[in-house]
């Protein structure tokens, strides 16, 4: 039986990213495969502290010397069949967790050299699910298809397949907006935006996450 991992990079559980990744697993178990979830602040690690273990030439390459929570997650990459990285956008970039995750993962299965781009053991199909307060026209006009765009572009370089994309644009943040100062934002406009889009959102992880199975 294939199975999909789904990485959480949101320090919510149960809300946006966490509730499209449940949907992207559901796609994945109704494909024959079985699906995990790792919610990343749920562990206590950091990201890549430079020590370049990884790159000395007497150890093997791949694995990352730090050992900490994040050490078994290393490994159930390396065994899954699909992977799929969940981030809300902050500040105009993945979650701190998710950066923290890919150093650890991507670092340790790149060596410097032109004719060995990736140690990865295989290809590994993978999706990037991303969350965020934003429009897609201010995605558009803070150039952010670039910025995430190289994070792909290594996914691509180390797991040996393009990923797949799905972006859920003006998400809601808060059930109840007049308990916060956020006064920029029109709550009836976005929750009227979450009843049209996010069940577009929610079939599209489903796909994503059969899709990586079949495909």
Known sequence: MKNLIAINGSPRRNWNTAQLLQHAMQGAQDAGASA?????????????????ACKLKSRPHGSCAMKDDLSPVLEKVKAADAIIFGTPIYFMNLSAGMIAFIERLFFSNYIYSDEIPTVFPK???????????MTEKHFEQFGMKERLGMYELFTKRILGVTPKILRAYDTVQFKDYSRYESSIFDPEEKFAYRE???????????EIGRDLILK
């Open 36 to 52: 995990e979830m790792v919610n990343l602040y749920a562990l206590n690690f950091k990201g890549c502290t430079s020590c370049f």
């Open 123 to 133: 290809k590994l199909p993978s999706a990037f699910i991303y969350t965020m307060n």
């Open 196 to 206: 049209k889009h996010f069940p577009e959102d929610c079939k599209a992880a489903y």
